[in-house]
T-cell receptor
Protein backbone atom coordinates (compact mmCIF):
# COMPACT_ATOMS: atom_id res chain seq x y z
CA UNK A 1 0.00 0.00 0.00
CA UNK A 2 1.20 3.50 -0.80
CA UNK A 3 1.64 5.89 2.06
CA UNK A 4 3.89 7.73 4.45
CA UNK A 5 5.71 6.06 7.29
CA UNK A 6 6.97 8.00 10.27
CA UNK A 7 9.16 6.58 12.99
CA UNK A 8 9.43 6.37 15.86
CA UNK A 9 5.84 6.94 16.97
CA UNK A 10 6.94 7.92 20.47
CA UNK A 11 10.33 9.32 21.45
CA UNK A 12 11.74 10.56 24.73
CA UNK A 13 14.78 12.79 24.83
CA UNK A 14 16.89 14.36 27.48
CA UNK A 15 17.61 18.05 27.25
CA UNK A 16 20.69 18.79 25.19
CA UNK A 17 20.31 15.80 22.89
CA UNK A 18 19.63 15.90 19.17
CA UNK A 19 17.02 13.49 17.80
CA UNK A 20 16.13 12.54 14.25
CA UNK A 21 12.61 11.69 13.14
CA UNK A 22 12.24 9.51 10.08
CA UNK A 23 9.77 10.07 7.24
CA UNK A 24 9.55 7.76 4.22
CA UNK A 25 6.99 7.84 1.39
CA UNK A 26 6.32 5.49 -1.50
CA UNK A 27 3.78 7.69 -3.27
CA UNK A 28 6.32 9.04 -5.76
CA UNK A 29 5.55 12.57 -4.57
CA UNK A 30 8.02 15.37 -5.18
CA UNK A 31 6.98 17.65 -2.32
CA UNK A 32 7.39 16.76 1.34
CA UNK A 33 6.67 18.68 4.53
CA UNK A 34 7.27 18.70 8.26
CA UNK A 35 4.67 20.22 10.56
CA UNK A 36 4.54 20.66 14.29
CA UNK A 37 1.25 20.44 16.18
CA UNK A 38 0.70 21.73 19.70
CA UNK A 39 -2.59 21.56 21.66
CA UNK A 40 -5.00 24.32 20.64
CA UNK A 41 -2.87 25.45 17.73
CA UNK A 42 -2.97 24.79 14.05
CA UNK A 43 -0.30 22.89 12.22
CA UNK A 44 2.83 25.01 11.91
CA UNK A 45 5.24 24.44 9.04
CA UNK A 46 8.83 23.66 9.98
CA UNK A 47 10.46 22.82 6.63
CA UNK A 48 9.34 21.78 3.20
CA UNK A 49 11.00 20.35 0.14
CA UNK A 50 9.74 20.65 -3.41
CA UNK A 51 12.35 18.40 -4.95
CA UNK A 52 15.35 16.25 -4.10
CA UNK A 53 18.38 18.15 -2.78
CA UNK A 54 16.33 21.28 -2.16
CA UNK A 55 14.38 22.47 0.88
CA UNK A 56 13.06 25.71 2.35
CA UNK A 57 12.45 26.97 5.85
CA UNK A 58 8.90 27.21 7.04
CA UNK A 59 7.50 29.46 9.75
CA UNK A 60 9.27 27.85 12.73
CA UNK A 61 12.54 26.40 11.38
CA UNK A 62 14.80 27.58 14.21
CA UNK A 63 16.28 24.63 16.09
CA UNK A 64 15.45 22.13 13.35
CA UNK A 65 17.31 20.75 10.36
CA UNK A 66 16.38 18.52 7.42
CA UNK A 67 17.90 16.78 4.43
CA UNK A 68 16.43 15.54 1.16
CA UNK A 69 18.96 13.21 -0.43
CA UNK A 70 16.34 10.82 -1.80
CA UNK A 71 12.87 11.43 -3.19
CA UNK A 72 11.39 8.96 -0.72
CA UNK A 73 12.99 10.29 2.44
CA UNK A 74 12.80 13.57 4.38
CA UNK A 75 14.25 13.18 7.90
CA UNK A 76 13.89 15.90 10.51
CA UNK A 77 16.49 16.54 13.21
CA UNK A 78 15.36 18.31 16.35
CA UNK A 79 18.49 19.91 17.73
CA UNK A 80 19.33 20.98 21.25
CA UNK A 81 18.85 24.57 20.07
CA UNK A 82 15.09 24.04 19.86
CA UNK A 83 13.83 25.61 23.09
CA UNK A 84 10.51 23.83 23.39
CA UNK A 85 10.70 20.61 21.37
CA UNK A 86 7.97 18.61 23.11
CA UNK A 87 5.25 18.30 20.46
CA UNK A 88 3.52 16.10 17.91
CA UNK A 89 5.42 16.09 14.60
CA UNK A 90 3.72 15.33 11.31
CA UNK A 91 5.30 14.56 7.97
CA UNK A 92 3.33 14.96 4.76
CA UNK A 93 3.78 14.67 1.03
CA UNK A 94 1.98 16.10 -1.95
CA UNK A 95 1.55 15.15 -5.56
CA UNK A 96 1.43 17.69 -8.36
CA UNK A 97 -2.13 17.16 -9.50
CA UNK A 98 -4.12 18.14 -6.41
CA UNK A 99 -2.34 21.07 -4.82
CA UNK A 100 -4.06 21.11 -1.44
CA UNK A 101 -4.26 17.38 -0.88
CA UNK A 102 -1.52 16.48 1.55
CA UNK A 103 -0.95 12.90 2.61
CA UNK A 104 0.11 12.72 6.25
CA UNK A 105 1.95 10.12 8.23
CA UNK A 106 0.78 8.86 11.62
CA UNK A 107 2.96 11.34 13.46
CA UNK A 108 5.79 11.18 15.98
CA UNK A 109 5.30 12.37 19.53
CA UNK A 110 8.48 13.77 21.05
CA UNK A 111 8.75 14.35 24.78
CA UNK A 112 11.74 16.07 26.32
CA UNK A 113 12.40 14.96 29.87
CA UNK B 1 -1.42 37.68 10.79
CA UNK B 2 -3.92 34.84 11.12
CA UNK B 3 -5.19 33.73 7.77
CA UNK B 4 -7.52 30.97 8.90
CA UNK B 5 -9.83 31.01 11.93
CA UNK B 6 -12.05 28.13 12.93
CA UNK B 7 -15.03 28.18 15.28
CA UNK B 8 -16.13 26.86 17.62
CA UNK B 9 -13.04 25.32 19.20
CA UNK B 10 -15.10 22.38 20.45
CA UNK B 11 -18.54 21.03 19.68
CA UNK B 12 -20.39 18.38 21.64
CA UNK B 13 -23.36 16.81 19.87
CA UNK B 14 -25.88 14.11 20.54
CA UNK B 15 -26.09 11.41 17.91
CA UNK B 16 -28.41 12.68 15.20
CA UNK B 17 -28.06 16.35 16.19
CA UNK B 18 -26.97 18.22 13.06
CA UNK B 19 -24.62 21.20 13.31
CA UNK B 20 -22.10 23.31 11.39
CA UNK B 21 -18.45 24.25 11.77
CA UNK B 22 -17.07 27.53 10.50
CA UNK B 23 -13.78 28.37 8.79
CA UNK B 24 -13.13 32.02 7.95
CA UNK B 25 -10.14 33.19 5.96
CA UNK B 26 -8.47 36.48 5.14
CA UNK B 27 -6.30 35.62 2.17
CA UNK B 28 -7.03 37.47 -1.03
CA UNK B 29 -7.34 35.67 -4.32
CA UNK B 30 -8.36 32.37 -2.80
CA UNK B 31 -6.81 29.46 -4.64
CA UNK B 32 -8.71 26.76 -2.83
CA UNK B 33 -9.89 25.86 0.65
CA UNK B 34 -9.24 22.40 2.04
CA UNK B 35 -10.89 20.39 4.81
CA UNK B 36 -9.19 17.62 6.74
CA UNK B 37 -10.28 15.22 9.46
CA UNK B 38 -7.88 14.26 12.26
CA UNK B 39 -8.45 11.43 14.71
CA UNK B 40 -6.66 11.56 18.11
CA UNK B 41 -3.01 10.64 17.83
CA UNK B 42 -3.19 10.34 14.02
CA UNK B 43 -2.24 12.44 11.04
CA UNK B 44 -4.92 14.49 9.27
CA UNK B 45 -6.84 12.89 6.41
CA UNK B 46 -7.92 14.93 3.41
CA UNK B 47 -11.69 15.40 2.96
CA UNK B 48 -12.57 18.15 0.47
CA UNK B 49 -11.28 20.86 -1.82
CA UNK B 50 -13.43 23.91 -2.61
CA UNK B 51 -12.35 26.45 -5.22
CA UNK B 52 -15.15 28.94 -5.81
CA UNK B 53 -17.98 30.64 -3.92
CA UNK B 54 -21.14 28.61 -4.09
CA UNK B 55 -19.34 25.32 -4.52
CA UNK B 56 -20.44 22.37 -2.38
CA UNK B 57 -18.90 18.95 -1.76
CA UNK B 58 -20.43 16.02 0.10
CA UNK B 59 -19.15 12.85 1.68
CA UNK B 60 -21.48 10.67 3.70
CA UNK B 61 -22.84 12.91 6.51
CA UNK B 62 -20.48 15.79 5.74
CA UNK B 63 -21.12 18.68 3.39
CA UNK B 64 -18.68 21.52 2.82
CA UNK B 65 -19.73 24.87 1.37
CA UNK B 66 -17.79 27.99 0.42
CA UNK B 67 -18.56 31.71 0.32
CA UNK B 68 -16.23 34.59 -0.46
CA UNK B 69 -15.17 34.91 3.18
CA UNK B 70 -15.79 31.59 4.85
CA UNK B 71 -16.50 27.91 4.56
CA UNK B 72 -18.89 25.74 6.52
CA UNK B 73 -18.69 22.06 7.24
CA UNK B 74 -22.18 20.76 7.91
CA UNK B 75 -22.57 17.49 9.79
CA UNK B 76 -25.98 15.97 9.22
CA UNK B 77 -27.34 13.40 11.71
CA UNK B 78 -23.87 12.69 13.10
CA UNK B 79 -22.80 9.36 14.51
CA UNK B 80 -20.16 8.69 17.19
CA UNK B 81 -17.69 7.72 14.47
CA UNK B 82 -17.82 11.32 13.21
CA UNK B 83 -16.03 12.39 16.39
CA UNK B 84 -12.72 13.97 15.34
CA UNK B 85 -10.95 17.28 14.93
CA UNK B 86 -11.79 18.99 11.66
CA UNK B 87 -9.14 21.27 10.15
CA UNK B 88 -9.39 23.72 7.31
CA UNK B 89 -6.49 25.15 5.33
CA UNK B 90 -5.77 27.64 2.55
CA UNK B 91 -2.70 28.06 0.35
CA UNK B 92 -0.39 30.95 1.12
CA UNK B 93 1.12 33.13 -1.59
CA UNK B 94 3.51 30.27 -2.23
CA UNK B 95 1.19 27.46 -3.25
CA UNK B 96 3.49 24.90 -1.70
CA UNK B 97 2.61 26.18 1.77
CA UNK B 98 -0.76 25.65 3.43
CA UNK B 99 -1.97 27.75 6.37
CA UNK B 100 -4.04 25.64 8.77
CA UNK B 101 -6.67 26.70 11.26
CA UNK B 102 -6.52 25.44 14.86
CA UNK B 103 -9.40 23.06 14.23
CA UNK B 104 -12.79 22.24 15.71
CA UNK B 105 -12.98 19.16 17.91
CA UNK B 106 -16.31 17.42 17.47
CA UNK B 107 -17.55 14.88 19.99
CA UNK B 108 -20.71 12.93 19.17
CA UNK B 109 -22.36 11.08 22.04
CA UNK B 110 -24.52 8.01 21.46
Amino acid sequence: DGGITQSPKYLFRKEGQNVTLSCEQNLNHDAMYWYRQDPGQGLRLIYYSQIVNDFQKGDIAEGYSVSREKKESFPLTVTSAQKNPTAFYLCASRGTVRAGELFFGEGSRLTVL
Amino acid sequence: EDQVTQSPEALRLQEGESSSLNCSYTVSGLRGLFWYRQDPGKGPEFLFTLYSAGEEKEKERLKATLTKKESFLHITAPKPEDSATYLCAVPESNDYKLSFGAGTTVTVRA
